[in-house]
Structure formats: structure tokens, C-alpha cells
């Protein structure tokens, strides 16, 4: 791809040839070309921000995602009882399951940040990675019959992306043990700081209550959505990612003591509501 920066420093060097042919002077020319190339711009170059650094290339952030799912994993029930009122995991997509540090990376090389519409852009390409760890840790949870509910700030419309970007890193969902949500106006829209403190509560409810709005569905996902459900476990990279609290109200004494039973919370230094 060409940027502008690119195309006028090729044209820039045009007439310089030119005047090389015309001087017969292969040291002249040398010299001129290089005062001349001197003065054009070259494209910037842009240095990654720590937190991208640590995401993409530290040992520890690896290291620690994993961590946080093999706890995860050795907090699940051995099986999942699904006569009566049939327990679900709740995660968050983002920095949870799918990396996206690539988008970040290609951002900040080019001097940008985010955007919508490049963040938009960028779930269309499908092209997210795994968070450490989380293969292994939503393949035990349908192993023993567990259901996994998948609320997402993504763009409600763009959840078809979310699905496919999940199945092609080849984890075992189907729309009947997987529900994705992505967000609505109306979930913002429903935030009262009572009841529904912030965005995702209302998705929250909405599975236990037995009426979530799954992204594909069909007749078995129905029958398998479709009826009240215990949330026994939440998993984020962020505070929010936690029913019922915000960044600037969650009062961590009280969510300490989930944290590593119900609540697990995965690093990421590249965004956040903080
Ligand atoms: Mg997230």
C-alpha cells in the first residue's frame, strides 16, 4: 500500500535523473541525488508503546493469561447439571478470548489509535487470535457440558464476524452451548446505576432470566437458551466485565474474594474504562 508519504518521495527523485543524464557527472550526481533525497521526508517511523511491547512480545503476558485460565479451569464443577436451572460461564470476548494486539501494533506503527471505524474494519478480517490459555479452557467447559455466554461491546451487527474468528481458531462452539452477544443501544441505554449499573448487566440478565439475544441461533440453541440460567462464573480483562460494578465504583474488598473462585480477571495493559 502507498501512502502519500511514499508516492511523492519516489516522484520528488524524478527530475534528479534527469540532470544526472545531462551532466555525464556519475560523482555529481551521486552527490546531488543524495542532497537532494536528504531533503524529502522520509515516511515516519513510529515506536510501539510499552503496553503493545508487553501484549505482543513479553514472556509474562503469556505466562500469566494461562495462569489465569488454569485457575479458571480448576474452579470449574466437574460436571455441569443442566436438568434444572443449568449453569453457565459468562466471559468477555476482547483481551479475554480474542487478542487483538495485531490491530494495536498496526495502529500505533502508523502513529494512529483507535478508531471505530478501523476497530470495525479490523473485526471484519476475522483475524484475532487466542488469548493464552482460553482454548484449552472453553474446550473443558463444553467437555463436561458446560454453556458459555459471550458478551462483547463489539457492535451487536458485526457478531457474525465474532463467530467466525472464534471457529476458525478452532474452538469447539456451537450456537446451542455458545451464546455471543454483542451490544445494543438498549443495553447502554438501559444503565440506571441501580439496577443496571453498567452496559453488559442487562445481557446478564437477560441469560438468567432464559431470554438472551443469541447472534445465531436455531432451533436446538432455542430450546437450549431459552430458560433461566445460573451465572457461576464471570472471566474479563475488565472491572466491568463483573455484574452489577463500574471502574469508578467497584469496591474491590468485595470482589476480592471471588477472584479466583467466580471471578477471574485477565491482564491488558493496551485499553481500559480505567
Ligand atoms: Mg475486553
Redesign the pocket.
Known amino acids: 500500500m502507498f501512502t502519500t508519504a511514499s508516492i511523492s518521495f519516489k516522484t520528488a527523485l524524478r527530475p534528479i535523473a534527469v540532470s544526472c543524464l545531462a551532466l555525464s557527472a556519475l560523482s555529481a550526481c551521486v552527490t546531488t541525488q543524495q542532497a537532494d533525497t536528504a531533503a524529502v521526508a522520509p515516511e515516519a517511523s513510529f515506536s510501539l508503546s510499552n503496553s503493545v511491547k508487553y501484549q505482543r512480545q513479553s514472556k509474562e503476558y503469556p505466562l500469566l493469561s494461562a495462569y489465569v485460565y488454569k485457575q479458571a479451569t480448576a474452579a470449574l464443577p466437574a460436571s455441569f447439571d443442566n436438568q434444572q436451572t443449568p449453569s453457565v460461564i459468562v466471559l468477555?470476548?476482547?483481551?479475554?478470548v480474542l487478542d487483538n494486539s495485531l490491530y494495536q501494533e498496526e495502529r500505533e506503527s502508523k502513529g494512529m489509535g483507535y478508531s471505530s471505524e478501523s476497530w470495525n474494519a479490523w473485526i471484519k478480517r476475522e483475524e484475532a487470535t487466542l488469548v493464552p490459555g482460553v482454548d484449552k479452557f472453553l474446550a473443558t467447559v463444553i467437555e463436561r457440558g458446560g454453556k458459555i455466554a459471550l458478551i462483547?461491546n463489539r457492535d451487536k451487527t458485526l457478531d457474525a464476524h465474532t463467530w467466525n474468528n472464534l471457529l476458525a481458531m478452532g474452538l469447539p462452539l456451537t450456537p446451542s452451548n455458545t451464546c455471543i452477544m454483542g451490544r445494543l443501544p438498549a443495553d447502554k441505554e438501559a444503565v440506571d446505576h441501580k439496577y443496571i449499573v453498567n452496559d453488559k448487566d442487562r445481557r446478564r440478565n437477560a441469560v438468567k432470566q432464559g431470554s438472551p439475544a443469541c447472534s445465531l441461533t436455531n432451533e436446538a440453541a432455542s430450546d437450549s437458551w431459552n430458560k433461566p440460567h445460573n451465572i457461576i462464573m464471570q472471566i474479563?480483562?475488565?472491572i466491568e466485565?463483573f455484574q452489577g460494578v463500574t471502574q469508578e465504583d467497584a469496591y474491590l474488598p468485595a470482589i476480592l474474594p471471588e477472584v479466583g473462585t467466580s471471578l477471574f480477571i485477565l491482564p491488558?495493559p493496551m485499553y481500559g474504562s480505567w
Open positions: 468477555d470476548v476482547d483481551e479475554t462483547t474479563g480483562d475488565n466485565d491488558n
